[in-house]
């Protein structure tokens, strides 16, 4: 059969031209389809793209700050912030299976932790703590495992180098860096800081590949200085601390104060707490009780019943006084005195702690003058520290003083005061007869001002009074220093329970000078309910102050005053 003369025939070479001719044009139009999708990605979805990618890659990371510094008077820390890690974890990107390494790295248990993370999941939650404030080491650690899901964040974490000997003071925060108790929570707004925050670029684990910009600067918290001396401190803890345990006493409290300015340079109390270690950590033992605690002072009070009555002018040192037969009877009550002193002047009143002498005394004078006496020494007023559960005390007004409350107030009962609150009382005698306002923090200026309570003539001589309590014929005797003049008060109360005082329950009270010559230090001792045969002020408390004013004398280098050689001797640092 032969082909039409106007038919071609096809060759293997135009089908090839036309099948070449058909790719090309596909590959065209892919490469058409691609160049018009990257345009698009380039200008109508790139900002939706952009901030997708920023959502995944970009963080607003905190920078914390650090808080500020606690530290004594010479600079010795005694409260401090460490840099620590916060680990966690996004359940919804971690892998089950590589949690029990983790575990172990943080001495956790992998049963728990797996469960937890699974129920966090399940709650679609996408953050877990791990664990709060781990060492950077460890931490370091676990995240060098590069566990997806797995994530770190810089923080800081408080230490207290002195421990329990400053916890009552400065206080502790809590793992969020904010205070909790003392001086932390007194001051926390100016010791807080300002944290700062950045820009950066973070990669599936967590790690900062890039920081694209600072938003803000962390600015760290102001640092506080106290007016306590460290070593004051640690010394005054260690005698307080022996002697409740040897008397089995509830609690106690000890107050050094700077004599001349009315600095507080020691404040412990016991029990006391670690606040770096906060397992079993007990609420009633976390109370300041030189600051808050309020006890009836006994016959520490009766200096300024003695003081009103010379500054009153009706009596002198020498004045005598008939205390026999050794108790007198106010409407209802009996008063009494150890033993019948018989005729003792002014001074032996306060040498023998006559309770019918004050109540003698307190009579001629009158409520309201003792009252406005008191009022101007401090007593019933607070001390206005600032610090936080800070006890004002309470100070009958005279029109509710009758006859027997005003006997009951000449000797310290019927009225209550804080240990800080009688040292303050104590440092009228110190300064000439006025009173400065105490000062805990060093940033706060100090006050030339001095309130008048008495002359300084009056000042002086309770001062010598207060030296004969430790003489041999006084209740003192066992606050004596070694080389030193030392004067101060005994002061027994019964506690006051729910049913009234109590028979067998005591204060213990110590309220002393040093050295009476030119005084330079004051110190209260309080030791609370002790057990056993002794528990008056002058068996329990003024061993307490012995032991303590005797170690501050001498690491605040005061020469010894009582003429001693071998209290010479020790001063200058010579073999005993």
């Not at 033992?285 to 309020?294: E, T």
């Not at 309470?394 to 029109?399: M, V």
């Not at 207060?466 to 070694?482: K, M, N």
């Not at 008056?536 to 690491?555: C, D, H, K, N, T």
Request: with cysteine; net charge neutral.
């Amino acid at each position: 059969m032969n082909a039409s003369p106007n038919e071609q025939p096809v060759t293997a070479t135009g089908i090839a031209r036309w099948r070449f001719t058909l790719v090309m044009a596909v590959f065209g139009c892919l490469l058409g389809a691609v160049l018009v999708r990257l345009v698009i990605l380039h200008t109508v979805e790139q900002p939706f793209l952009f901030e997708q990618g920023e959502k995944r890659t970009v963080r607003e990371e905190v920078q914390p700050a650090m808080r500020g510094m606690i530290t004594d008077r010479f600079g010795k820390p005694l409260a401090v912030s460490t840099p620590v890690v916060n680990l966690w974890l996004n359940p919804q990107q971690v892998n089950i299976q590589q949690l029990p390494i983790i575990a172990q790295d943080l001495g956790l248990s992998a049963r728990e932790l797996v469960r937890k993370t699974e129920r966090a999941a399940n709650q679609g939650r996408s953050f877990v703590y791990l664990q709060r404030q781990v060492e950077p080491e460890l931490a370091h650690q676990v995240l060098d495992r590069r566990v997806a899901g797995v994530y770190g964040d810089d923080d800081f974490r408080r230490f207290y180098p002195a421990a329990e000997v400053t916890a009552h003071t400065v206080g502790i925060v809590n793992i969020d860096g904010k205070g909790q108790e003392g001086l932390e929570l007194a001051y926390d707004g100016y010791l807080q800081g300002a944290d700062g925050s950045r820009q950066v670029v973070k990669d599936l684990y967590g790690n900062v590949v890039k920081q694209l910009k600072v938003n803000s600067v962390a600015q760290p918290g102001n640092n506080l200085t106290l007016t306590l001396d460290l070593r004051l401190q640690y010394l005054a803890y260690r005698e307080l601390k022996a002697a409740v345990a040897q008397h089995h006493a509830r609690s106690g409290a000890a107050v050094l104060l700077d004599a001349h300015s009315g600095d507080v340079l020691a404040m412990v109390g016991q029990p006391s707490y670690n606040p770096n270690n906060r397992s079993g950590l007990r609420p009633e033992h976390m109370r300041n009780r030189a600051i808050a605690d309020l006890i009836e002072p006994g016959s520490t009070m009766k200096p300024f019943t003695v003081a009103a009555a010379l500054q009153s002018g009706r009596f002198r040192p020498e004045t005598e006084v008939d205390t026999s037969p050794g108790y007198v009877r106010v409407k209802n009550k009996t008063i009494r005195d150890h033993r019948n002193y018989g005729v003792l002047d002014v001074t032996g009143i306060i040498t023998k702690s006559s309770n019918v002498g004050v109540t003698y005394l307190s009579r001629e004078m009158g409520a309201e003058a003792i009252w406005s006496f008191l009022t101007k020494a401090g007593i019933g007023q607070a001390t206005a520290l600032g610090f936080p559960g800070e006890a004002v005390g309470s100070l009958p007004y005279p029109e509710q003083m009758d006859a027997l409350r005003l006997a009951t107030v000449s000797y310290g009962y019927g009225l209550a005061v804080s240990p800080l609150q009688l040292a303050h009382a104590y440092t009228a005698f110190t300064q000439r007869g006025c009173i400065r306002p105490l000062r805990l923090i060093m940033e706060d200026q100090p006050t030339e001002h001095c309130d008048p309570v008495m002359s300084a003539q009056v000042a002086r001589q309770v001062l010598d009074m207060l030296e004969t309590v430790t003489s041999d014929f006084g209740t003192g005797r066992r606050a004596r220093v070694a080389g030193y003049r030392v004067g101060g008060k005994t002061g027994t109360a019964h506690v006051v329970g729910q049913q009234g005082y109590e028979d067998s329950e005591y204060t213990a009270v110590f309220a002393g000078v040093a050295p009476i010559s030119d005084p330079d230090l004051v110190l209260v001792v309080v030791i609370s309910e002790p057990q056993g045969k002794e528990y008056y002020g002058g068996e329990v408390a003024a061993p307490v102050f012995s032991r303590i004013m005797e170690q501050a004398l001498r690491l605040r280098q005061i020469a010894p005053d009582d003429g001693s050689v071998p209290s010479l001797q020790m001063a200058a640092g010579g073999v005993q």
